[in-house]
């Protein structure tokens, strides 16, 4: 086994653990999120266990009850945009998409234990992995509009395939689901509480991914249930004009609390997510994780990511200045030039 599946990167630490190889997220001073040498370390163990035949599963896991995973280290990706490296934005989105389809066309079981945030990246490295496990604390959501990037890893193919318009919901505005709602979403395969996780990891190492089935516990009513024909009705429509037109006139609370969220993302950023869900319904995987990276370059140069990220993240003053500041200011034509050349049309 190579240095990084031994475990030296100080973020992840990767080992045999009898049945499985477990890698292990350590970095909770970032909440888990992922940069290049974590992204490579996680690839560099599934490629030695590939041909293990002592190990029949990958588990993926956390020490840190507050999060899995954050997502992507953004605040670096600002600062290459921010300096013109566009080699480093190109190496970090590669890698990390590399390592999305590598998890989705894994030989083994790739069982993911999610407990706290996941987000964006976090998704990436579990939702096409063949199990994900969510406790009652685990926390799913894809906040890229907040930050004026979009939703990535794969999620383009993932969230159109969810039920209804779900995806095309959690996508625009950055909704959250705790544990049991993301399994109802399709999200997570399985519902384990919080006490009985690290019985289900040691189990795991025992027995395999059989004993999946003893710890899963039945999921409770759908929190978003009495929303689910709304979402539907409005983010069914088959453009963004005609999702906030649908909002305006939607007789729930639903409408008037979702456009008053989507007012404070970034207008181009909600437009060329759009975009990549409708072009990622009708994509493989593969095509729409490079569908995703002939766009992330462009979006990194766009001035409302950096904003977004001084904003949300950096700053955190929540007090972004977008441009164009509305989505009625939003040029149909730029949104279009951001996918010039992709491989669909």
């Not at 037109?245 to 404070?264: H, K, N, Q, V, Y």
């Amino acid at each position: 086994m190579n240095k990084a599946a031994e475990g030296e990167n100080r973020s992840v630490m990767a080992s045999r653990d009898g049945r499985i190889g477990r890698i292990r997220l350590d970095r909770p001073t970032a909440l888990n999120a992922l940069d290049l040498d974590m992204v490579r370390a996680i690839h560099a163990a599934l490629d030695d266990w590939r041909d293990e035949p002592k190990v029949h599963a990958v588990v993926v896991e956390s020490t840190d009850p507050r999060s899995f995973c954050a997502g992507g280290d953004v605040r670096a990706i600002r600062e290459f945009a921010l300096a013109g490296n566009d080699d480093a934005i190109f190496a970090f989105f590669s890698e990390e998409y590399a390592l999305n389809r590598a998890i989705a066309e894994y030989p083994k079981p790739y069982i993911a234990l999610i407990d706290g945030i996941c987000m964006g990246g976090g998704i990436g490295i579990s939702v096409h992995g063949s199990a994900r496990v969510a406790t009652e604390h685990a926390l799913f959501a894809m906040p890229e509009t907040a930050i004026a990037l979009f939703p990535d890893i794969g999620a383009s193919h993932v969230l159109p395939r969810l039920p209804g318009a779900l995806g095309i919901w959690l996508a625009l505005t950055g909704g959250r689901l705790a544990g049991a709602d993301a399994a109802h979403a399709g999200l997570a395969t399985h519902h384990v509480p919080r006490a009985r996780l690290s019985a289900l990891s040691a189990a795991l190492a025992e027995d395999g991914q059989a004993v999946l089935a003893a710890f899963a516990e039945p999921l409770p009513p759908f929190s978003f249930a009495s929303q689910r024909a709304a979402i539907d009705r409005c983010f069914g429509a088959p453009s963004v004009k005609e999702i906030l037109a649908r909002l305006a006139i939607e007789p729930t609370p639903f409408g008037a609390d979702t456009l008053a969220a989507l007012s404070g993302f970034s207008p181009s950023s909600i437009c060329w997510s759009f975009e990549i869900l409708r072009r990622g319904a009708r994509q493989t995987l593969p095509a729409a994780l490079a569908d995703e990276l002939a766009l992330v370059r462009r979006v990194a140069r766009h001035p409302d990511f950096a904003e977004g990220v001084r904003a949300m993240l950096v700053d955190k003053d929540r007090k972004p200045r977008w441009t164009p500041p509305t989505i009625e200011e939003v040029d149909p034509a730029a949104i279009a030039a951001m996918f010039t050349d992709h491989p669909v049309e």
